[in-house]
């Protein structure tokens, strides 16, 4: 497999990374995850969109210019022969003798790798997963979407254990969003509904998609917050992420969700999606 480190693309085993790269030093560094079907990068401006943020709000520079970065992502598409799968891309502040406090002169670190791997029609989005509830364990700004992943890889192995695919998150008896995804219900009246953009949680790009096909499709949808309870008496549940697309939610917690399925909203917007990016 090629990756894309250093300026150049090589070799996997050949990419070289600086121990004193603040990305692993401190978590000082974002990334972003696109999908990718059909040798296809499916809603990538949003995600550049995303990144420049992300960068912004740390005050890190974009290490080249965005239309750039696609052709790198791109350039690793082709060279993979990737047909399925995600692009994954990771942008640090730069490496620098380990110091809390940051010269405003660092070279950001740039890297990014291809992983193939089924998408969608998996075993997920055609039967639905359990989810677990866990309190909220990350900082206050989960809008940026930075490598400091350590209590969503927690919290996803206690859910694991726990027999659960991913984990909602609670805070102040809200449920914020997925470890990896963001959370949606579909009430019994057939309101799409999933919570508003704030700091609280990182703003989905295949939400946005999502809220946009219920729109076109005339299904109604609301951004507010839920509780766990309302979640447990939805008609429907999903989850949505650049890694999963759109994942039926079957069970929360000890609660089953309608008859157990995938519900008959979800299914079409699952179908919607496709459609629209295929
Ligand atoms: N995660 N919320 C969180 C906390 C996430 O980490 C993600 C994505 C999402 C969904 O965002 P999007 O639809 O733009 O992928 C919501 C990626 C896929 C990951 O960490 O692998």
Same mark, same amino acid.
């Given at each position: 497999?090629?990756?894309?480190?250093?300026?150049?693309?090589?070799?996997?085993?050949?990419?070289?990374?600086?121990i004193f790269d603040r990305g692993t030093l401190f978590g000082d560094?974002?990334?972003?995850?696109?999908?990718?079907?059909?040798?296809?990068?499916?809603?990538?401006?949003?995600?550049?969109?995303?990144?420049?943020?992300?960068? =912004?709000?740390?005050?890190?520079?974009?290490?080249?210019?965005?239309? /750039?970065? &696609?052709?790198?992502?791109?350039? @690793? %598409? !082709? $060279?993979?022969?990737?047909?399925?799968?995600?692009?994954?891309?990771?942008?640090?502040?730069?490496?620098?003798?380990?110091?809390?406090?940051?010269?405003?002169?660092?070279?950001?670190?740039?890297?990014?790798?291809?992983?193939?791997?089924?998408?969608?029609?998996?075993?997920?989005?055609r039967d639905g997963i359990a989810v677990a509830l866990l309190p909220?364990?990350?900082?206050?700004?989960?809008?940026?979407?930075?490598?400091?992943?350590?209590?969503?890889?927690?919290?996803?192995?206690?859910?694991?254990?726990?027999?659960? =695919?991913?984990?909602?998150?609670?805070?102040?008896?809200?449920?914020? /969003?997925? &470890?990896?995804?963001?959370?949606? @219900? %579909? !009430? $019994?009246?057939?309101?799409?509904?999933?919570?508003?953009?704030?700091?609280?949680?990182?703003?989905?790009?295949?939400?946005?998609?999502?809220?946009?096909?219920?729109?076109?499709?005339?299904?109604?949808?609301?951004?507010?917050?839920?509780?766990?309870?309302?979640?447990?008496?939805?008609?429907?549940?999903?989850?949505?992420?650049?890694?999963?697309?759109?994942?039926?939610?079957?069970?929360?917690?000890?609660?089953?969700?309608?008859?157990?399925?995938?519900?008959?909203?979800?299914?079409?917007?699952?179908?919607?999606?496709?459609?629209?990016?295929?």
């Amino acid at each position: 497999r090629f990756v894309y480190c250093g300026g150049n693309y090589v070799p996997e085993q050949d990419a070289r990374l600086s121990i004193f790269d603040r990305g692993t030093l401190f978590g000082d560094a974002v990334y972003e995850v696109t999908a990718v079907i059909d040798g296809r990068m499916i809603d990538n401006s949003l995600h550049l969109d995303r990144l420049e943020r992300s960068l =912004a709000a740390l005050d890190i520079p974009l290490p080249c210019p965005r239309a /750039e970065i &696609a052709a790198i992502q791109n350039g @690793l %598409i !082709t $060279r993979n022969a990737l047909m399925e799968g995600t692009v994954y891309l990771q942008i640090s502040r730069g490496a620098a003798d380990r110091d809390y406090r940051y010269a405003d002169t660092l070279l950001p670190d740039f890297f990014a790798f291809t992983q193939r791997r089924a998408i969608r029609d998996t075993p997920a989005h055609r039967d639905g997963i359990a989810v677990a509830l866990l309190p909220e364990p990350r900082w206050a700004r989960r809008d940026i979407k930075t490598t400091m992943l350590l209590g969503q890889v927690l919290a996803k192995r206690e859910a694991r254990d726990a027999g659960c =695919a991913e984990v909602w998150f609670v805070e102040d008896g809200m449920i914020t /969003e997925g &470890a990896s995804s963001t959370a949606f @219900l %579909i !009430t $019994r009246d057939g309101a799409v509904v999933t919570r508003p953009n704030s700091r609280a949680t990182l703003p989905g790009c295949t939400r946005r998609a999502v809220l946009d096909l219920c729109a076109r499709h005339g299904l109604v949808f609301v951004e507010r917050a839920f509780t766990p309870q309302e979640a447990a008496d939805a008609a429907e549940a999903f989850l949505t992420s650049a890694g999963s697309l759109i994942t039926p939610v079957v069970r929360i917690a000890d609660t089953i969700i309608g008859d157990g399925n995938p519900g008959r909203l979800t299914r079409h917007l699952q179908r919607y999606y496709l459609d629209a990016v295929l």
